[in-house]
């Protein structure tokens, strides 16, 4: 079986302002994760597309990794839906798994790696 090579797209390097940027007063909004503080983001890597259930299903397979609550549940099933219900420690294993099978490197994106990819260069809005 062919290995799975994820679509990664590149992320340049750049500054971060940690957390829900200072707003209004919102009552959907209760908790404020706001620092004002500014990280520096080395360039990194990362997933174009979430896991899907088909390539979790395979490392499953192959590994006999335990099967997530929610991959066979209606709704959460289909091949083409991503992945759900699975812990840092899953998801870091399947990582390992897929270094291990293509020879080329992954891992999980860190916080402010994860943040600064979600916000795509957009601060100040509360949802990038």
């Not at 829900?20 to 706001?34: A, G, I, S, T």
């Not at 174009?48 to 959460?76: C, Q, S, W």
């Amino acid at each position: 079986m062919a290995a799975i090579e994820p679509v990664l797209v590149d992320v340049p390097a750049g500054t971060l302002a940690i957390g829900v940027p200072e707003c209004p007063p919102d009552p959907n909004l209760q908790r404020r994760w706001h620092t004002g503080k500014r990280i520096e983001v080395a360039a990194f890597r990362i997933g174009k597309y979430p896991v899907t259930n088909r390539e979790y299903h395979r490392y499953i397979a192959e590994t006999g990794a335990d099967v997530p609550m929610r991959l066979d549940v209606d709704g959460f099933d289909d091949d083409a839906l991503p992945v759900v219900g699975i812990s840092w420690d899953d998801a870091t294993a399947y990582a390992t798994w897929l270094t291990e099978n293509t020879g080329t490197r992954y891992r999980l994106p860190g916080d402010a790696e994860f943040e600064y990819a979600a916000r795509g260069g957009r601060e100040g809005s509360k949802f990038p």
